[in-house]
């Protein structure tokens, strides 16, 4: 009977978890895209699903507009990681229950000959009321990126919940930005984690900020571990959104550095199956936002929101791409979008 009672209570305990802890990626409000390249060689295909199939909704009739903002950054030749701007383009469509909709961004996006490249958020919206966002947690999505070398990756959207009732308005506060505050839409992560790199492959990362606004300055640092668990950090200034490749954020991530700087396990990854002869290094890292501040250097806050995902980057010949790991700790100080 006691072995009865136990597992009676770890069913409840099951029942009752929030499923947002199940795995993070539930139907929402709003998905974020972390990378999108639109144009000049390069494409992405973004698609989003209603996953309701009951068009008698309660005081609804099942449909929703999608908001697509799509933020597209001005390129700094001098620094890659600070922008020169951020800019925020517009488009509005409507799903109807259990519609999809893939579109192909350099064709969604706004014309530029040059290309596009940044981040996309998507937000359900009342379709009877303009400009209207809503809480509606039926939004999943997904996109595929091609970049200039051929090479293909997808990445699934990262989602969030608004925790209010089915149809009920999310913009609290009348600022026109989707707050990530636990009362619009749920908080983001406050640490994001690498699981783990591989030097030769010379993956990329996408980091975009959802604090301050798009110019503000947002300091980032990386506590890596290579694959002795020898303990190394580094720290970056981004504004807004970047995709580049690890060695650029930083040495600690090559190949060489790894190889003849620090303690290694010679066991790990052994490319030709010799046992202690290993030829390529590996590591992982935790992204900790540590000060958001001004271009002027006035303080925006001492922890700031930031998402983003391994990619393939638009010139690496390597394929790969998967959303970065998220803590379970939320922050509440994100938005998308400040002016």
Request: hydrophobic share 40%.
């Amino acid at each position: 009977m006691k072995a009865l009672s136990i597992i009676a209570s770890a069913a409840i305990v099951a029942a009752t978890a929030s499923p947002a802890l199940a795995d993070g990626r539930n139907p929402g409000s709003a998905l974020v895209y972390p990378v999108h390249y639109s144009g000049n060689g390069f494409f992405t295909v973004i698609c989003v699903t209603n996953t309701n199939t009951d068009p008698g909704v309660p005081g609804m009739n099942g449909d929703t507009m999608v908001h697509y903002e799509y933020a597209n950054v001005n390129e700094n030749p001098q620094d890659p990681f600070l922008p020169f701007s951020c800019t925020i383009f517009n488009r509005m469509e409507l799903l109807t229950p259990a519609d999809t909709l893939c579109v192909l961004t350099s064709c969604h996006n706004a014309v530029n000959p040059a290309g596009q490249q940044g981040y996309v958020v998507l937000s359900a919206q009342d379709p009877d009321h303009f400009d209207s966002p809503w809480s509606f947690n039926f939004l999943i999505g997904s996109e595929l990126v091609i970049n200039a070398s051929g090479v293909m990756y997808s990445l699934n959207a990262i989602p969030f919940e608004s925790p209010l009732p089915l149809g009920a308005a999310t913009d609290l506060d009348s600022d026109s930005n989707l707050d990530f505050d636990g009362q619009e839409y749920e908080g983001i992560p406050d640490v994001l984690y690498i699981d783990s790199f591989i030097a030769i492959q010379e993956s990329q990362l996408s980091l975009l900020s959802l604090t301050g606004r798009s110019q503000d300055v947002n300091s980032v640092q990386f506590s890596v571990w290579n694959d002795n668990e020898f303990p190394l950090s580094t720290n970056l200034k981004f504004s807004c959104w970047f995709d580049e490749p690890l060695w650029r954020i930083s040495q600690l991530f090559t190949q060489d550095f790894l190889e003849n700087s620090t303690p290694h396990d010679p066991d790990e990854l052994d490319l030709d199956c010799f046992a202690g002869d290993d030829t390529v290094e590996t590591g992982w890292a935790i992204i900790d936002s540590v000060d958001v501040r001004t271009t002027g250097g006035l303080p925006v806050s001492d922890d700031g929101a930031i998402l983003g995902s391994i990619t393939a980057g638009g010139r690496t010949r390597f394929d790969g791409g998967h959303l970065l790991w998220e803590s379970t700790d939320k922050q509440f100080n994100g938005q998308a979008f400040a002016p």
